[in-house]
């Protein structure tokens, strides 16, 4: 059975149901609604990574002693930890990426799109709740692995790298899941400066078809599948990574 078939099906059950799904049937508005998909997994699989390093980074720097690492981390912290997602965003692209573009003559030279400030705010906001939960984990770590490291000639670094921060990331892990689980809902902010992400898309839709209610349950089911798959994700990762008799 060919895919329009499929869809003129599917359109007509649910029109019996009372859900309209017509625009499913037309080129430009199913195309945008697809492309919606695709950009809200491509964020996804983008931040994760990026938040992932960024948090690593940030905790080493929250924990090397050093002031003149912690105290700017810190600050960094505190102040994306403490505001909304949305009004960073609104701010980033409305402030830094204007100032930016009068910085290289004009928004037609800046080559710094929504996109990027997407992925750079939301990566950054969740990076620094990693930040902290990695901290943690960190300062849990047995003081006696550290002076065991330590006495084998490991550097800082090395201590950081080969001790801490797997054992941290282990501890830490359930944390860092629901934090991945946050991270997945924020794509949405998106929508705010224009990024086609899912909820972008769909307000383009419903806005001609008055059909908010079908566009919304598709969209709850959407981010409780990719939610439910980070989170059996995590919970794989957390068996596989566990050290018996210590943390989880």
Known sequence: MQNGTLTELFVRWTGKLGLNYEFLATGYEAQIWRDGFVTTIYLV???????LLFGVLFAACLTSGKPWLLAPVRAFVEITRNTPTLVQLMFSFLALNTFVSNLLGGAQHNPLTPFFWVVAVVGL?????HAEALRAGIEAVPASLV???????????EILRYVEVPL???????AIVNNLINLVKLTTVGNAIAVSEITYASIMVWTQRDNVVELMLVILAFFSLLNFIVARIGKWVERRLAVPGYGI
């Open 45 to 51: 699989l983008l931040l994760i990574p990026v938040s």
């Open 125 to 129: 906001h969740v990076a620094a709740l």
């Open 147 to 157: 002076e065991a490291a330590r006495g084998i000639g490991f550097s800082r670094l």
């Open 168 to 174: 941290a990331f282990r501890t830490s892990l359930p």
